[in-house]
T-cell receptor
Framework: DARVTQTPRHKVTEMGQEVTMRCQPILGHNTVFWYRQTMMQGLELLAY????????DSGMPKDRFSAEMPDATLATLKIQPSEPRDSAVYFCASGEQGFEKLFFGSGTQLSVL | KQEVTQIPAALSVPEGENLVLNCSFT??????LQWFRQDPGKGLTSLLLIQSSQREQTSGRLNASLDKSSGRSTLYIAASQPGDSATYLCAVDNQAGTALIFGKGTTLSVSS
């Protein structure tokens, strides 16, 4: 049963620390999205990649956030330094080019104290 | 800039009732519209996808309709069950393979 895998599921850290979230997209999917979900803002797009190349990262605070795809099986989202306002659930999703459906991971619940 | 709105934000109904969830979007030049379900603490699961050339899609007790000209979509759930309790999100994209823009969702509670 193919699925998007995200690690860690939960992360509690102190303000100023680096946070790295990982995502393993479904094998064969070449488009990967990072979304952030909060009660106030709902789901916001942070960045997305196609064939490992970034297509849009305009939703991401560039001074502290970075997203990469070191290879086709791994996407990473880093926050350095983290701040309390970064507390949210971060979702990764993958799909095929020309896809119809997006498949979401279970998310990383991040709490920055 | 595309904006997606979902009304109501929350809905409580008794088991067996038919219900309608609403979604509106500001830019009618959409490519696809999708309805997702999210259970507490979980990711999103795609329920139905309507392409811009289509008017509706059905899956079991779910029926989604699309009126592009008015910027509206509805998700109809027939004979609701407690297992339908979840948050339902509507999302649109403006081009194939681009990012989805989501509404904030409607949280549905079905009581037995």
């Amino acid at each position: 049963d193919a699925r998007v895998t995200q690690t860690p599921r939960h992360k509690v850290t102190e303000m100023g620390q680096e946070v790295t979230m990982r995502c393993q997209p479904i094998l064969g999917h070449n488009t990967v999205f990072w979304y952030r979900q909060t009660m106030m803002q709902g789901l916001e797009l942070l960045a997305y990649f196609r064939n490992r190349a970034p297509l849009d990262d305009s939703g991401m605070p560039k001074d502290r956030f970075s997203a990469e795809m070191p290879d086709a099986t791994l996407a990473t989202l880093k926050i350095q330094p983290s701040e309390p306002r970064d507390s949210a659930v971060y979702f990764c999703a993958s799909g095929e080019q020309g896809f119809e459906k997006l498949f979401f991971g279970s998310g990383t619940q991040l709490s920055v104290l | 800039k595309q904006e997606v709105t979902q009304i109501p934000a929350a809905l409580s109904v008794p088991e067996g009732e038919n219900l309608v969830l609403n979604c509106s979007f500001t830019d009618s030049a959409i490519y696809n519209l999708q309805w997702f379900r999210q259970d507490p603490g979980k990711g999103l699961t795609s329920l139905l996808l309507i392409q811009s050339s289509q008017r509706e899609q059905t899956s079991g007790r779910l029926n989604a309709s699309l009126d592009k000209s008015s910027g509206r979509s509805t998700l109809y759930i027939a004979a609701s069950q407690p297992g339908d309790s979840a948050t339902y999100l509507c999302a649109v994209d403006n081009q194939a393979g681009t990012a989805l823009i989501f509404g904030k969702g409607t949280t549905l509670s079905v009581s037995s």
